[in-house]
Structure formats: structure tokens, C-alpha cells
């Protein structure tokens, strides 16, 4: 079975620490990574960091990543707490799911303003391409706990549950 990893994207301007899901496709198509860098204008990044989930998920152990990652990077003048990791996209679909009241038949699921998109709109015009458009689209919903009743729902139609 394949290791499973998550990324960790940390700001050098702000300081902040971001985790999203690993990636190892083509770099135009990273399209979280994309989203969450336009959440930082005019900041620097450190080059992303890989790290196993199992680890990430523990913890002490985590608290051991982010104190070696600050100490690497220099980040050591700010209070520990100051660098936890945020999982944004977690965090903002998580406040989408609040605001629908916790609703399992979310009727925003997966729509146009869920996408997650990069903000290129402008350089693709004066470029003279279209429309982003992608096959690989990701959506806000995939991050919010609706999404494992619409997969599990949608498993249970397909007959895959007995």
C-alpha cells in the first residue's frame, strides 16, 4: 500500500503554516496549491514540504515536525502556537457546513462557487487563452463532511455495499 503524505506550505512574510492534500502531478495542475498561494499576495513561500501522514496525524509527533520545521527555516522568535498548521481549505469548508446548518443534503454541493480555481482569469486574457477549464477540478466539498455521505450514498446506489 502506498504511503499516504500531506503538504505544508510555509509562508516566510507572515509565518503562517498551511497543510494541504499531497500532490505529484504536473505543476499547472495544482490547482490547491494555487489557491491557497493567492491567499498570501505578495508573500514569500519556503519550498513545500512533504511529510508521511501517519505522522502528521500524531500529535506529538507533529508538534516535533512543526518545532524542527521552525527551527530550520529560522521562524524561532514567535510563541510555537504562532506556527501550528492550518488546514484552510478544511477550515473554510467546515465554515460553508456550518453555515448550511450542518445540513447533509447540502444544496451548494459541488455548484460553480464551490470550485476551487486559480484566480488567473486576467493573465489568460491578455495571454489570449480561454477560460480556465480543467478535468481535474476540485471543489470546496471534498474537504467538508458532507462529501462522505454523498461518496457513501453514491457507493450504496451503485450497489456497492451488500
Known amino acids: 500500500m502506498a504511503t499516504e503524505h500531506i503538504r505544508l506550505l510555509l509562508c516566510k512574510t507572515c509565518g503562517s503554516m498551511e497543510e494541504l492534500p499531497d500532490y505529484e502531478g504536473r505543476p499547472e495542475g495544482d490547482f490547491l496549491l494555487e489557491a491557497l498561494v493567492q491567499k498570501h499576495p505578495d508573500h514569500v513561500a519556503h519550498p513545500l514540504m512533504r511529510v508521511e501522514k501517519k505522522y502528521w496525524d500524531s500529535p506529538s509527533t507533529r508538534d516535533a515536525i512543526i518545532a524542527q520545521i521552525r527551527d530550520k527555516t529560522g521562524h524561532t522568535g514567535l510563541d510555537p502556537a504562532f506556527y501550528n498548521a492550518k488546514n484552510t481549505f478544511q477550515e473554510d469548508a467546515h465554515a460553508c457546513w456550518k453555515a448550511h446548518q450542518r445540513n447533509p443534503g447540502c444544496n451548494d454541493y459541488k455548484t460553480a462557487s464551490k470550485k476551487l480555481t486559480p484566480d488567473t ?15 481535474q477540478d476540485r471543489y470546496l466539498c471534498e474537504f467538508c463532511p458532507v462529501h462522505s455521505l454523498v461518496v457513501q450514498a453514491a457507493r450504496a446506489k451503485a450497489g456497492l455495499y451488500k
Not at 482569469?121 to 478535468?135: D, Q, V
Request: glycine share 6%; net charge positive; hydrophobic share 40%.
Open 121 to 135: 482569469a486576467a493573465e489568460r486574457k491578455a495571454a489570449g487563452l480561454p477560460k480556465y477549464n480543467s478535468a
